[in-house]
């Protein structure tokens, strides 16, 4: 369907069912599960905190992003952002099979390898061989009769 006979509706909006790039403290705190002081003091630390003449907005894309990798320490109530996971972390983390999870890291050089034997993956290095994989959107094919 073009999107020229799309009809603009406010629904989606009331219904929950768009993405809203930009949101408040208040719904950010009740969709993350935080205090609002919480999640602003997370969003002043991803940059994601815009102040507005009597208003403040969070870009809600850029404070997913810093939280991604973001674990409260249990028995407290601090927020670190993890930068080396073991491979059962991970393999929960990107929901992928610990074989398939190591192997992977592997392939990105993202595994370090303790004196003790322990094995810590560096989510940052593979975060960006993920991206290798990432599929572009396709374009329509004109063999379909589709619109451009």
């Not at 809203?20 to 905190?49: P, V």
């Not at 396709?138 to 379909?144: G, W």
């Amino acid at each position: 369907m073009s999107a020229k006979y799309l009809k603009p509706t406010v629904r989606g909006y009331l219904k929950g069912d768009v993405y809203m790039r930009y949101i408040r403290t208040e719904k950010a705190a009740e969709l993350f599960g935080y205090t609002e002081d919480d999640i602003t003091a997370i969003a002043y630390a991803a940059g994601a905190m815009y102040k507005l003449p009597k208003i403040m907005l969070i870009n809600r894309r850029r404070l997913e992003d810093y939280m991604k990798h973001m674990v409260k320490v249990p028995g407290t109530n601090k927020m670190i952002n993890k930068v080396f996971v073991k491979p059962g972390e991970g393999m929960i983390l990107y929901s992928i099979g610990r074989h398939r999870f190591i192997d992977m890291a592997r392939a990105a050089g993202a595994v370090y390898k303790l004196t003790d034997g322990m094995i810590l993956i560096h989510l940052e290095t593979f975060d960006n061989y993920m991206e290798q994989f990432h599929q572009k959107p396709a374009a329509p094919n004109e063999k379909d009769g589709r619109e451009r």
